[in-house]
């Protein structure tokens, strides 16, 4: 799963299902470390520079991004480009359970994000 672009109350999610059956050769850190996905838990892409992924292990903002660079350095016909497809065509409901838990903890969220909290979409709505 992957989130992309955040605008006013929009969040999109895209597949990763067009890089299933993909084989790439091993990838390595900008500082020449092996790549891993296990332990990623920071991942970034910039429009600016679509072949660069940033990432990082731990979610700390103390720590700097390690970059893999995608782009292939082989010479010839370029591969088709992937498409990413959303990962749901509307909001996901949650269940009326966790919603009236979410509801319960509103005394511990900042007033500024009630509404939000308020408008998710659930399952199971009283009459």
């Not at 903002?61 to 660079?69: A, E, Q, R, S």
């Not at 292939?72 to 749901?88: A, D, E, F, I, N």
């Amino acid at each position: 799963m992957l989130q992309i672009g955040k605008k006013e109350k929009e969040t999109t999610f895209f597949s990763f299902g067009a890089f299933d059956g993909i084989k790439q050769s091993a990838k390595h850190y900008d500082d020449g470390r092996d790549f891993r996905w296990r332990p990623l838990r920071w991942i970034r892409v910039e429009k600016a520079s679509p072949f660069q992924m940033k990432c990082k292990e731990t979610l700390s903002g103390d720590f700097n991004f390690y970059i893999v660079n995608w782009k292939s350095t082989k010479v010839g016909k370029p591969r088709s480009t992937m498409q990413l497809k959303p990962l749901y065509d509307h909001p996901i409901n949650i269940k009326h359970s966790k919603y009236k838990d979410l509801m319960t903890l509103l005394d511990f969220i900042p007033t500024v994000y009630h509404d939000f909290d308020k408008e998710l979409p659930h399952d199971g709505l009283p009459p």
